[in-house]
């Protein structure tokens, strides 16, 4: 394993050190200490690792990831995840507002709660939760997944497209042409393995699964009133 | 008409509104047959104070022009000196603005990648994301990071040779966007992860920032990720220029882009386009002054747009303070955008060449603002590309011609004090004396 001493080395070199590391790379562990809440950190990355982040992250922790599995042993900042494309990035506290946004990829693992606009824009993300999310959650969600073990607050899913949201507890509010859909086989399929991934401890029968009516998707003006 | 009334008492001038006017009424009427608001794409039409309004003195005894075709004037330009350790060297000031594939068909973008490669100058994705034929054609590519983050991903981002950050666009400060469903090809929709022929809203802010100290941190992601390498630019549009300059700056941005009312879009409301946001004229001086109050003045580098049409105008603007320009509007005409040769087709669409702004609805004529394949058809890239070329060209030489006339060897010695305005409006906003006197409205130090 690799350790990498952020205070003392520097940002700058922790993302060129870890941009460094090929398809291939044999320092396929690493361990960065004091990060002390710094943001950007173990950003872009796009190699097949493991980055152990032993403490509290700033803004943008691991975003646009691809590949590597970033291990965040504290609580995240905002945007942490920001646009990630594929890998695993894990969140052992709570994680602030826009987490995974705009997503495309991968799999966000959130084991406290979710700040507000969790999930916004996401394009193919999956998210699981084991605590709450905030406020206007999933806003304009176009594709992928959350899963949410605790409650969600107000206005979630607020004009999403075509992801799914999957919420064992109350839902304060549902946004703007969210609605709670049926849950089929398919669903319980998806959320079963959802749930396996993300460690959750918690049956898929105890969900309820929301998503877009679709009454949004082209403008008209019956519709004003939604807008 | 008759002249006289059934009495013999002769009727008033037929007397038309200065306020209820053709084009107000016709509004009324639209408007009351919809019930939905005009959407259309380009930028303001209403006559505001604007270049037009600005004149070059030329040489005299006391400055001497230099000759014409024989003595050098420099037209090249450097973008993001500031941290980037590759800025952006163009030969001419002249750059092509953000424009997305979707808004523009395939081989649109093409020509304008090959035209801008063949003047020396760069060209800028829009929102959708970065295509191949985009990269390959375009030698100098800006990577716009816009609030919708279709297409984004971190591949193309350390493909850009600059990444732009969209805050605003001159046509719709505060406002996002929206593609027609039926716009949205099977290609459109999967680069930007929505089903086919839905409407495809872009947000009207980013989703993991908001406001300067927030900005800081996401240039310094950008950054990371892209190892300091290219320039980062940060797009306003003509706001509150001053202060979001200033802001942009502190944030860290390489160049700052400025983009005015006169600026284009692909499509949003009419009454946003015509009354949000400032002229690019009064824009100049104020963005200048924050990058003088910062000591950042060429340090980190400004390019206006928004209604740039002609050599005189890139003139003006670098006169102004401005290291560069960028259009968009005028290079899709040097496109063959509205070309009256389509007359038949717009008379059809209910417009003629020259007005026809629908571009949001694919219908293009020229097969330019389009993604139907048999009027993408109509558009040669090759030729389109020449003609941009073309275009860029004279844009230059024209510019130069001024330049030399004012005496200067490089385009970016030029000065306001080399201007002067022809009414007030245009003296007070671009800080230069109306003609024929040494005032402007708010000059310092003066007592009217």
Not at chain 1, 30 to 56: F, M, Q, R, T
Not at chain 1, 105 to 113: F, P
Request: hydrophobic share 35%; proline share 4%.
């Amino acid at each position: 394993m690799q350790t990498f001493d952020l205070e003392a080395q520097g940002l700058r070199a922790l993302n060129s050190t870890l941009h460094a590391q090929a398809e291939n790379t044999n320092q396929t562990t690493w361990e960065i200490i004091n990060p002390k809440g710094s943001h950007a950190i173990a950003v872009g990355l796009d190699a097949p690792i493991e980055v152990n982040v032993k403490g509290s992250t700033g803004y943008y922790c691991a975003g646009m990831n691809k590949q590597a599995t970033v291990h965040v042993h504290g609580s995240a900042g905002p945007g942490t995840a920001e646009n990630m494309m594929s890998g695993t990035v894990i969140v052992e506290g709570d994680a602030s507002q826009y987490a995974g946004a705009t997503g495309h990829g991968g799999t966000l693992i959130i084991k406290g709660n979710a700040s507000s606009r969790c999930g916004i824009s996401m394009k193919g993300i999956d998210i699981i939760v084991h605590g709450n999310i905030g406020h206007m959650s999933a806003f304009m969600a176009q594709s992928g997944n959350i899963v949410v073990c605790g409650d969600a607050g107000d206005a979630l899913g607020d004009s999403c497209y075509e992801a799914r949201f999957f919420v064992r507890g109350t839902v304060k509010s549902l946004g703007a042409d969210c609605v709670e859909k049926e849950m089929r086989p398919e669903h319980i399929a998806i959320l079963e393995e959802l749930l396996e991934r993300g460690g959750c401890d918690a049956k898929a029968s105890e969900f309820k699964r929301y998503g877009s009516a679709r009454n949004l998707y082209n403008f008209d003006v019956d519709n004003a009133a939604a807008y | 008409m008759k002249d006289f009334d059934a009495k013999g008492i002769p009727h008033t001038t037929p007397r038309q509104s200065a306020t209820f006017t053709q084009d107000a009424n016709s509004d009324i009427r639209r408007a009351a047959a919809t019930g939905i608001y005009d959407i259309r794409g380009g930028g303001a039409k209403r006559k505001v104070p604007s270049f037009d309004d600005l004149l070059f003195l030329g040489a005299s005894i006391s400055r001497y022009p230099l000759e014409g075709y024989r003595e050098k004037c420099g037209t090249d330009v450097k973008l993001g000196t500031r941290f980037a350790q590759n800025p952006i060297e163009l030969d001419i000031p002249i750059t092509i603005a953000g424009m997305s594939f979707g808004a523009l068909s395939g081989p649109a973008k093409e020509a304008l990648g090959r035209g801008a490669n063949a003047a020396g100058t760069s060209t800028t994705t829009g929102d959708g994301g970065m295509t191949p034929e985009e990269r390959g054609h375009s030698s100098k590519l800006v990577y716009q990071y816009l609030p919708s983050r279709y297409g984004m991903n971190p591949d193309d981002l350390r493909k850009a040779d600059a990444i732009e950050i969209v805050v605003g666009q001159g046509a719709k400060p505060g406002g996002g966007g929206m593609l027609l469903g039926q716009k949205i090809s099977d290609r459109v929709a999967e680069m930007r992860n929505l089903p086919k022929g839905i409407d495809q809203r872009s947000s009207c802010r980013h989703p993991d920032w908001t406001g300067p100290d927030d900005l800081e941190i996401k240039i310094l992601e950008l950054r990371e990720i892209t190892g300091w390498k290219v320039p980062i630019y940060v797009k306003v549009a003509g706001a509150r220029p001053y202060f979001d300059t200033t802001l942009a700056v502190k944030a860290g941005a390489d160049v700052v882009v400025l983009d005015g009312m006169q600026g284009g879009t692909a499509a949003t409301q009419d009454v946003f386009i015509e009354h949000v946001g400032q002229p690019t004229l009064a824009c100049i001086r104020p963005a200048v002054r924050a990058l003088q109050d910062l000591g950042m003045h060429r340090e980190v580098q400004l390019v206006v747009s928004g209604g740039i049409r002609s050599g005189a105008d890139v003139a003006k603007a670098m006169a102004l303070g401005a290291d560069a320009v960028a259009i968009g509007t005028a290079a899709l005409i040097a496109l063959g955008d509205n070309d009256p040769k389509w007359e038949a087709e717009y008379n059809e669409l209910g417009t003629t060449a020259g007005a026809y702004d629908d571009w949001h609805e694919g219908m293009d004529p020229a097969g330019i603002t389009t993604q139907d394949p048999e009027l993408m058809k109509r558009f040669d890239p090759i030729e389109g590309g020449r003609r941009l070329k073309n275009y860029l060209k004279v844009l230059t030489l024209e510019a130069q011609t001024i330049a030399r006339a004012c005496g200067k060897n490089h385009m970016h010695n030029l000065e306001p004090e080399d201007l002067v305005a022809l009414t007030m409006e245009a003296a007070a906003m671009a800080q230069v004396p109306l003609a024929g006197t040494d005032w402007y409205p708010g000059k310092p130090n003066t007592s009217y």
